[in-house]
């Protein structure tokens, strides 16, 4: 089975960093997406990593190590605009499915 | 480009109805899934497709069909519609490997917003 896990809420304030983590236990593992949704709107895609290591988009970040189940979700020079759900899931090749976290919702203070 | 396209989005049921939600992508995607969201969760896998002909059960399977005749469509059927089914839910796809984007990343409807009384 699939166990992901994040936290449900953080709070930072705009021109700050925030790391959003996810530790995850599988029976299958391919890959690990970073989504992020907006209040009424459907997820969108951040990042990606399916090798161990940092992965760098602009503001966003993401990190993986397999070995100990961890991702984490780097953000900054956070902007009002960075307040929303984060959510985390994981890919599997074999199953052809994507398992995904219950979220973590950021707020984002001036 | 219209990506996933999901109707309607808006649908109020009595218990007991049925209803099916639509679901059209146009990205020659071999996978499609449907999802469902309830408040301050995340999103819980309800059926899902790797190909035209080929449906399987995802988490929250009961209560809901599925059927895959065309690699564009994947509609969601709800049998007889319970109050435990108010919820929002997402279609989604993605392309298998080879594609320009990552394996796997999904690319998600508006969603539908699916209340029962």
């Known amino acids: 089975g699939q166990n992901i896990d994040q936290p449900t809420e953080m709070t930072a304030t705009e021109g700050a960093i925030v790391q959003i983590n996810c530790t995850y236990q599988t029976s299958g593992f391919n890959g690990l997406f970073w989504y992020q949704q907006h209040a009424g709107e459907a997820p969108t895609f951040l990042s990606y990593n399916v090798l161990d290591g940092l992965e760098e988009k602009g503001r966003f970040s993401s990190f993986l190590s397999r070995s100990k189940g961890y991702s984490y979700l780097l953000l900054k020079e956070l902007q009002m605009k960075d307040s929303a759900s984060y959510l985390c899931a994981v890919y599997n090749t074999n199953a052809g499915k994507s398992t995904f976290g219950d979220g973590t919702t950021l707020t984002v203070k001036p | 480009n219209a990506g996933v396209t999901q109707t309607p989005k808006f649908q109020v049921l009595k218990t007991g109805q049925s209803m099916t939600l639509q679901c059209a992508q146009d990205?020659?995607?071999?996978?499609m899934s449907w999802y469902r969201q309830d408040p301050g969760m995340g999103l819980r896998l309800i059926h899902y497709?790797?190909?035209?002909?080929?449906?399987d059960q995802g988490e929250v399977p009961n209560g809901y069909n599925v059927s895959r005749s065309t690699t564009e469509d994947f509609p969601l059927r709800l049998l007889s519609a319970a109050p435990s089914q108010t919820s929002v839910y997402f279609c989604?796809?993605?392309?298998?490997?080879?594609?320009?984007?990552?394996?796997?990343?999904?690319?998600f409807g508006e969603g539908s917003r699916l209340t029962v009384l």
């Open positions: 497709s790797v190909g035209a002909g080929i449906t």
């Open positions: 990205m020659n995607h071999e996978y």
């Open positions: 989604a796809s993605s392309g298998l490997a080879g594609g320009p984007e990552p394996t796997g990343e999904l690319f």
